[in-house]
């Protein structure tokens, strides 16, 4: 079955960076796009971004470009998702996700299991 | 960009239908054919209801439906049962390859 299982929570200080993984099972890494969404502490969900496994093409939200890198590892099937220059803002869980269908959409039909970053001082 | 507009919550009783609107600008929601629904019980991860505007994926009850009309989609939940009571985000996959999220809307069942 479709697993995507990401790293352990998070503690880091104000101005530091985060790097966080997603490791994906269960189908064929680069047929699937992956995407990052975020929820801070009673907040909605805010996407942040796409990574094209196949091609390793991305596409950042306005709101964390600079601030924000998606990378792979094909051998590993492995997506990273790296957020620099924390801010207290930036404390959410972060989901990897990937789409239902092999075009990207919304549609995300697998959700990792999420991690939590905390940025506090 | 702003979010989707969604009303901040909804109620209704056992047994009732409701719906919910996601509304945005035209390049969007409107000219989207992917508009997705999600239902997120705290604690948990989402859990995809309705994508591409009204296809219901395996496994999701056939009391959800999903329809859209101009610059609005909407989520039609029948036959309220108590196990509904979560939040709801819809989101679009707009054609700069971006995405945006609705701001949630808590459905509780009385």
């Known amino acids: 079955q479709v697993q995507l299982v990401q790293s352990g929570p998070e503690v880091k200080k104000p101005g530091a960076s985060v790097k966080v993984s997603c490791k994906a099972s269960?189908?064929?890494?680069?047929?699937?796009?992956l995407h990052w969404v975020r929820q801070a502490p009673g907040q909605g969900l805010e996407w942040m971004g796409i990574?094209?496994?196949?091609?390793?093409?991305?596409t950042y939200a306005q709101k964390f470009q600079g601030r924000v890198s998606m990378t792979r590892d094909t051998s590993t099937t492995t997506v990273y998702m790296e957020l620099s220059s924390l801010r207290s803002e930036d404390t959410a869980v972060y989901y990897c996700?990937?789409?239902?269908?092999?075009?990207?959409?919304?549609?995300?039909?697998?959700w990792g299991q999420g991690t939590l970053v905390t940025v506090s001082s | 960009q702003s979010a989707l507009t969604q009303p901040a919550s909804v109620s209704g009783s056992p047994g009732q239908s409701i719906t919910i609107s996601c509304s945005g600008i035209?390049?969007?929601?409107?000219?989207?054919?992917?508009v997705s629904w999600y239902q997120h019980h705290p604690g948990k991860a989402p859990k995809l209801m309705i994508s591409d505007v009204n296809d219901r994926p395996s496994g999701v009850s056939n009391r959800f439906s999903g329809s859209k009309s101009g610059n609005t989609a909407y989520l039609t939940i029948s036959g309220l049962q108590a196990e509904d009571e979560a939040d709801y985000y819809c989101?679009?996959?707009?054609?700069?390859?971006?995405?945006?999220f609705g701001g949630g809307t808590k459905l509780t069942v009385l």
């Open positions: 996700v990937r789409t239902r269908q092999t075009y990207d959409s919304s549609a995300y039909s697998a």
């Open positions: 990574i094209n496994p196949s091609s390793g093409s991305t």
């Open positions: 989101s679009s996959y707009m054609s700069s390859s971006t995405v945006l």
């Open positions: 269960g189908y064929t890494f680069t047929n699937y796009y």
């Open positions: 035209s390049s969007d929601v409107s000219g989207s054919k992917s």
